[in-house]
C-alpha cells in the first residue's frame, strides 16, 4: 500500500485552520491505484461470508459501492438527515460544536446478516461511533465483522471511541 498512500495528497488548512485534510482524489482518478486498493480489500474479505457493504456518506460510498461490486454483495448507504427517501432509524451525535446525525432505512438490514462498515478516513472516530451505534440499535442479530478505512489518523485516537468492533485500516499516519 505504500504506493497509494504517496498518491494521497495533504491539503493542510482545509476546510478550516489547524486540519490536513487527506484528500484521495488523486488516488480515485489513477486507474492503478484505485485498482489495487479494492482489490486489496477484495482479498481480504474474499472468503469471509460478507452480506452486504455499509458505506458511509460521502467518500465511504466510493469504496463500499466498488468493494461490494467486487464481493458480489449489497451495498448500504448511512447518510446525512433528510436524504435517504425512505422510514429512516437516526443516531445523533455530538461534533467539536453542535451535534450531527447519521441515518439508514429501516429495512436496509436483515437479521443474522454479516456487514462491514467502510469509511475513507478514521479521524476522530465520531462518524462511526454513531454509525455503529445506529446498526447495533435499531437491528437485530447483525454481525459486523469489520469497521475499515482506508485510511487511519493514529493521533486522533479515534479507534478507542469503536470500542469491541474490530477495525482494519489500510494506511497509518
Ligand atoms: P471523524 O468522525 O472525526 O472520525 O471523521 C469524520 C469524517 O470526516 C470522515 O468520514 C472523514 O471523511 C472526514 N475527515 C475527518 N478528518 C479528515 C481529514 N484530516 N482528512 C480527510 N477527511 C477527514
Redesign the pocket.
Known amino acids: 500500500m505504500e504506493s497509494v498512500k504517496q498518491i494521497i495528497r495533504d491539503i493542510p488548512d482545509f476546510p478550516k485552520e489547524g486540519?490536513?485534510?487527506?484528500?484521495?482524489t488523486p488516488l480515485l482518478g489513477d486507474p492503478v491505484a484505485f485498482q489495487k486498493t479494492i482489490n486489496s480489500l477484495k482479498d481480504r474479505y474474499a472468503d469471509k461470508p460478507v452480506d452486504a457493504v455499509v458505506g458511509?456518506e460521502a467518500?465511504?460510498f466510493i469504496f463500499a459501492s466498488a468493494l461490494a461490486y467486487a464481493l458480489g454483495t449489497g451495498m448500504i448507504m448511512v447518510r446525512k438527515p433528510g436524504k435517504l427517501p425512505y422510514k429512516t432509524f437516526q443516531e445523533t451525535y455530538s461534533l467539536e460544536y453542535g451535534t450531527d446525525t447519521v441515518e439508514i432505512h429501516q429495512d436496509a438490514l436483515r437479521s443474522g446478516q454479516n456487514i462491514i462498515v467502510i469509511?475513507?478516513?478514521?479521524?476522530?472516530?465520531?462518524?462511526?461511533?454513531a454509525t455503529l451505534d445506529l446498526i447495533q440499535k435499531n437491528f437485530e442479530n447483525i454481525n459486523i465483522l469489520e469497521a475499515v478505512f482506508l485510511?487511519e489518523?493514529d493521533f486522533?485516537k479515534?479507534r478507542e471511541k469503536l470500542k469491541d468492533t474490530p477495525i482494519y485500516s489500510m494506511i497509518h499516519y
Open positions: 486540519i490536513i485534510f487527506k484528500d484521495i458511509v467518500r465511504g469509511d475513507d478516513v478514521l479521524a476522530t472516530g465520531g462518524t462511526l461511533s485510511i489518523l486522533l479515534g
